[in-house]
């Protein structure tokens, strides 16, 4: 027998978009990170009504997304190219676990153990988040201590649902 998810799971299920990054300081100073990710990261968080999840996110400056490698690799694709795209991309996945809610829309809940990440040093681990759903179930504020002593804020949109309105046909 499956245990029953907690009920945010299946608040959270579903696909959302990344609309902003913020860096809170622990004097309350808010600023937009300047990071591998740069100033405009574009991302997608995918939550499971079975407990998993998946992010993946990348910059979009131009100067990090050379235009010259293709999937798969060709020989003669530049490694510092690949690198370039590497440093400025970051994903992972695996079960949503420790849930704890604190009120029906906010709580505690880890990433984790991940099962995969672009960083191989991340597999394994485990990513603490704080969440709180707002705008009616639309947006979606993930916030974590960092290892700086700051508190990284992301603020997600729930994406319409896309393809077949009933995954089971």
């Not at 990261?41 to 910059?59: D, Q």
């Not at 029906?104 to 880890?110: C, D, K, R, W, Y």
């Not at 990433?111 to 988040?129: E, I, K, W, Y």
Request: net charge negative; proline share 8%; charged share 10%.
């Amino acid at each position: 027998m499956v245990p029953a998810q907690p009920p945010i799971i299946g608040v959270l299920a579903g696909a959302w978009s990344l609309l902003n990054r913020t860096t809170v300081y622990p004097n309350g100073t808010v600023v937009i990170p300047i990071d591998g990710l740069g100033a405009n990261a574009v991302g997608i968080i995918l939550y499971t009504n079975t407990g998993y999840m998946s992010m993946n996110s990348m910059a979009t400056e131009p100067a990090y997304r050379p235009t010259t490698i293709t999937f798969p690799y060709q020989e003669g694709q530049s490694d510092a190219d690949w690198a370039l795209v590497g440093l400025h991309t970051f994903s992972y996945a695996g079960p949503v676990t420790n849930v704890v809610e604190i009120t029906p829309t906010s709580g505690n809940l880890t990433h984790g153990p991940l099962t995969f990440a672009h960083v191989p040093s991340l597999v394994g681990s485990d990513q603490n988040r704080q969440y709180e759903v707002l705008d009616d179930g639309n947006i979606l504020r993930l916030s974590a201590r960092v290892s700086s002593g700051n508190t990284a804020v992301l603020t997600w949109q729930r994406l319409a649902c896309q393809g077949r309105a009933n995954p089971a046909n």
